[in-house]
């Protein structure tokens, strides 16, 4: 399990960049209420439930909404699950696998096809 954080642009009514971290330990992705309120969602399926957490810690998620994600001139539309959580966006397993992205941490790399993002130091990575 390991984490790469990158720099994305989240749209649904309005478009906001934010720090998100994509999480091999997560076997599923959610998004801050924070960024909800700033952007706002494209679907709404409301749904609250429990979720264990890889640490242990139960929390409650409100809604399953639909964002797209921004990576340089991909825009992937992907259901997130809202909750009240420290990071603005965890994506887990669920995105990676189902647009084909691998996570390298060896050297801090996000792989794909057709897919370039920045690290936190401003180089670009594949």
Avoid at 5 to 26: C, N, P, T
Avoid at 49 to 58: H, S, T
Avoid at 60 to 76: C, I, Q, R, S, T
């Amino acid at each position: 399990m390991g984490i790469i954080e990158r720099s994305l642009m989240v749209s649904a009514k309005k478009s906001k960049r934010i720090e998100a971290f994509f999480d091999s330990g997560s076997s599923f992705s959610i998004v801050d209420e924070s960024v909800i309120k700033d952007v706002g969602y494209l679907k709404r399926w409301v749904k609250p439930r429990k979720i264990e957490l890889g640490d242990g810690r139960v929390i409650v998620y409100k809604n399953l909404v639909l964002l797209g994600v921004k990576m340089n001139n991909n825009e992937y539309f992907h259901k997130f699950y809202v909750a009240n959580i420290p990071d603005k966006m965890i994506i887990g397993v669920d995105f990676l696998q189902e647009y084909g992205h691998t996570l390298e941490f060896k050297n801090d790399k996000i792989k794909s096809k057709n897919l370039r993002l920045k690290n936190s130091r401003g180089r670009y990575v594949l």
